[in-house]
């Protein structure tokens, strides 16, 4: 901001073109970290929740058919039960095992073979188990009956091996925040190439392009990114990108399996800590849930942050059917620790002594 940020693709002085080529560098850095086939099918969005919006409102049709899952975040629930209550989009929601947190794939290929569905959208990691599905097999399965895949990557992007075109996805959203180290207010959408023109643009505007046409441009990536980009943001996510590729992805994820591992091994020797099943199994990107017997989870949270200064999240998570599915909405949620790739083997020693005596005096 102080080295003279300016609009890309608005003028023709040197900071405006210094802002375009970071950002056109940040695409390259982002297409290689996500396995995009070029990085002009990259596009900025607000979010994670914009990014799945994108698609999820550009590219449905009056009556076409949805099959979700009960893993699903309410950034794919709500837009989906708008469209249904709009335009008559039929939702099939698929449900998961609560014992291992994997999609049912005897009822997604069941699902996928008496309907006709045109998207199936797919939660890489859960937001509350952190579990990671197999989704090449089921975008195998999604293809092979004609049904095109939305991949909800917001858990896994950055420190997950991610690679768009071996999973064979054609939509890709992540949030910039997490796993990708970037500010918050940052998002990520990949799009096949050759799709971006079946998917309507939800805003419409100046690109810095075609300045003489009334239309919207339909080269990509301009095609979806009206308006001023937040550059601040983009220059952080440069950055953080940069830095990831610099370290390797596999080295992060095998960081942050380490101590989530560590973890729960340790929280799992505790008295009156429930874990939830899910969250033990190997495919963890780094999220840890549980429950301390007879006590609240915000009441926990509390605890942890005034006494212990220990940053958690209680309750839903904004992923209701999971909660269903887990039978833990009767506890108002349960209490969620996120791993990275910064936290260190003394941060685990000092969480698991904040819950051993919180535990202790249940």
Sequence with gaps: MRGGAASAGRGTHRNAEAAGRMIDECRRQLATLLGAQI?????FTLN?????????????????????????????LRPLEALRQRMGIQVEIIPFDPVTGLIDEQRFAKVLAEKKIRLVVLNHASNVTGRVQSVAEL??????????????????AGHWPLNM???????????????????????????????ETQLQPLRFGGTGT?????????????????GSLNLPGIAGLHAA????????????????????????NELNRIDNVILLRPCLEFDNCGIVSFNIYGMDCREVAMILDQSFDIQSRPGL????????TLDTMSSHGTIRLSLGVFTTDDKIAHVVQAVREIAAHA
């Design 210 to 226: 075609s300045s003489e046409s009334l239309t919207q441009p339909n080269d990509m990536p301009a095609r979806f990114e009206s």
């Design 139 to 156: 975008t195998r399965v999604a293809h092979a009956h004609g049904a095109y895949v939305l991949l909800d990557a917001a858990q896994t």
């Design 241 to 264: 990108s940069k830095w990831i590729l610099g370290q390797g992805v596999e080295k992060l994820r095998s960081h942050v399996h380490s101590i989530t591992v560590q973890l729960l």
């Design 39 to 43: 990085p002009a099918q990259i596009v």
């Design 165 to 195: 075109m071996e999973l064979d996805v054609d939509f890709l959203a992540a949030a910039g925040h997490k796993g990708l180290l970037g500010p918050l207010g940052t998002g990520i959408l990949c799009i096949r190439r050759g799709l």
């Design 48 to 76: 994670c929740t914009d990014s799945l919006n994108a698609v999820l409102q550009g590219f449905l049709k009056h009556g076409d058919a949805v099959a979700a899952t009960a893993l699903d975040h309410n950034s794919v």
């Design 317 to 324: 998570h904004c992923a209701p059917l999971l909660h269903q």
